[in-house]
């Protein structure tokens, strides 16, 4: 059994929001929940071998999954130790009314409100889910904590959708060691995934054809299931690898446009 710090779970690819240059690619208009089903499936296969001490629900927008509770005695029953967060938006989190109970049932699980924007507009509109959160604290004593997610914000990539290009700047160790996602892990299509950017970059593919220069990145297949341990210790182990190549050595501060506008009109279709 290897335990690692952090262990995260796509329960939608979809997103509310759209923050540009968002490392899990969800300002890009993708689709797709994650059925409890599919999920079980994937832990049943890790499970016996890795022991994360958190486990994420994250996205894309987890509360866009009508299911989202469902998950977290899938998690519960194959870590009895670990640490279940939910990291959320929080706009569509009154759509669970389920949800606090049954967080606070669980014992270990905590609710963080994702901030991505710092805008006195994008507060004034977060008041009435802080309002429904402050209730969930009050009543069912569960631990809200809060993600100022803007302030650590950079560009990940360049450019959008089809246009989408990577830094290719030739220098992954010095990219790696500036990344802010390297130490978040992703169990997803079963296998584990480096962080969100490489896990998803298939999605952004299958979307919009990714152009040339990413076809180098786009082999990552991540860690099957079946692996040896060496293989799994490899892969816990490892720091800068070739597909951090992709990822800027510099990475470049920028002041992000509202996340509260429609999807970019220059998408391609679903
Ligand atoms: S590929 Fe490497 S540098 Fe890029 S986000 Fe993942 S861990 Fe970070």
Not at 11 to 17: D, G, I, K, R, T
Not at 73 to 97: D, K, M, Q, Y
Not at 151 to 176: L, V
């Amino acid at each position: 059994m290897r335990t690692l710090p952090q262990l995260e779970l796509h329960v939608a690819h979809a997103c509310n929001l759209a923050c540009e240059s968002c490392a899990h690619y969800s300002n890009h208009g993708h689709a797709g929940l994650l059925d409890p089903a599919e999920a079980a499936a994937w832990m049943d296969a890790w499970h016996g071998r890795i022991a994360p001490r958190t486990f994420s629900l994250v996205g894309g927008e987890p509360s866009l999954n009508p299911r989202l509770a469902e998950f977290m005695p899938l998690v519960r029953a194959r870590w009895p130790e670990t640490a279940i967060r939910i990291v959320s938006n929080g706009w569509f989190l009154h759509r669970h009314p389920d949800l606090p109970a049954r967080m606070a049932a669980d014992g270990n699980a905590a609710l963080f409100l994702s901030v991505p924007h710092a805008s006195p507009e994008y507060r004034a509109r977060l008041a009435p889910v802080e309002a429904l959160l402050e209730g969930w604290r009050r009543d069912h004593g569960i631990v809200v904590g809060r993600y100022e997610s803007h302030a650590r914000w950079t560009r990940r990539y360049r450019g959008f959708g089809p246009a989408m290009a990577p830094y290719a700047d030739g220098r992954p160790r010095r990219s790696w060691e500036r990344c802010v996602a390297r130490d978040y892990p992703q169990l997803h299509a079963g296998r584990l995934w480096k962080c969100p950017a490489i896990a998803y970059l298939g999605l952004q593919d299958a979307r919009f054809g990714l152009p040339h220069a990413w076809r180098p990145y786009l082999d990552y297949r991540g860690l099957a299931p079946d692996c040896d341990d060496a293989a799994l210790a490899g892969f816990l182990a490892a720091e800068e690898e070739a597909v951090c190549g992709m990822c800027p050595a510099d990475p470049e501060r920028f002041e992000p446009p509202s996340p509260l506008r429609a999807h970019r009109r220059d998408a391609a279709p679903a």
